[in-house]
């Protein structure tokens, strides 16, 4: 089973956004898919609840579940997710990505976040891989240049912007994502998800590098 972490401390940052979207990518591809909602707020869960029984599968991740049925596991962290909370999650990850938006208050967020983060043992032991991406960035803005500035400045992959557009708003409400729409009508924006998902194919191809190692 391979498991992605989706975390950023900032509320809002876009992380149960991208969790859902990347659970029904994968529940579109024919893989088995459980995403595990860790967040008080219940977002993740009210939305597997509105989606059909005709769309591609999602589990609910039930903590002390059998998972050898299960191929992937998604997990949609809170806001403010620090300490031992953080420690725990980045240990069963074999991915983290970060959702960044272009604002100084979210950079600033992400700045501690990802200094706490980079001392994880199982980051600094390659257990885990850390992925940014640009959240809610439109390209012509001052701001999406100093999101971008801001995140080349760490030795991480940074693998694309995902723009501010109203289907994911839409598609949350009834359960759905991009993933779930006809492609023609959200075209632009599967592109901008292409170099995203090419990272999390390829790293969770990877084994994971063995707690000695
Ligand atoms: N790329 C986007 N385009 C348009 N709206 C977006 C985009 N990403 C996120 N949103 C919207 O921004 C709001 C916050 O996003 P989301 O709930 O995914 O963030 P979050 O990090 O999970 O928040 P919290 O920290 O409260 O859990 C939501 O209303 C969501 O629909
Ligand atoms: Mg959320």
Redesign the pocket.
């Known amino acids: 089973m391979r498991t992605v972490l989706v975390a ?1 401390p ?9 969790a859902t979207n990347l659970a029904a990518y994968l529940a579109n591809r024919n893989e088995k898919v459980a995403l595990w909602d860790l ?1 008080r ?1 219940g ?1 993740s869960i009210g939305w597997l609840e509105m989606r059909a029984e005709q769309l591609p599968r999602i589990s609910s991740f039930q903590p002390g579940a059998k998972m050898s049925e299960t191929d992937w596991l998604v997990l ?1 962290s ?2 403010g997710l620090h300490g031992k909370n953080l420690s725990r999650l980045v240990k069963l990850a074999r991915m983290v990505v970060v ?1 960044v938006q272009p604002s100084l208050f979210d950079m600033e967020a992400t700045k501690t976040f990802m200094q706490q983060i980079l001392e994880e043992k199982a980051v600094r032991k390659h257990h885990a891989e850390i992925a940014l991406i640009g ?2 960035v439109d390209a012509r803005t001052r701001a999406a240049a100093r999101l971008e500035e801001f995140l080349a400045e760490f030795d991480l992959p940074v693998l694309t912007h ?5 289907a ?2 839409n598609t ?1 409400f009834e359960g759905q994502s991009l993933f779930d729409l006809p492609q023609g009508q959200v075209r632009r924006d599967l592109e901008q998800w292409q170099p995203l998902l090419a990272w999390i194919e390829k790293t969770g191809q990877k084994p994971r590098l063995s707690r000695n190692g």
């Open positions: 950023n900032k509320g809002g940052s876009g992380k149960t956004t991208l967040d707020q977002s949609d809170p806001a959702p959240m809610r995902l723009r501010n557009a109203q994911y708003v949350s």
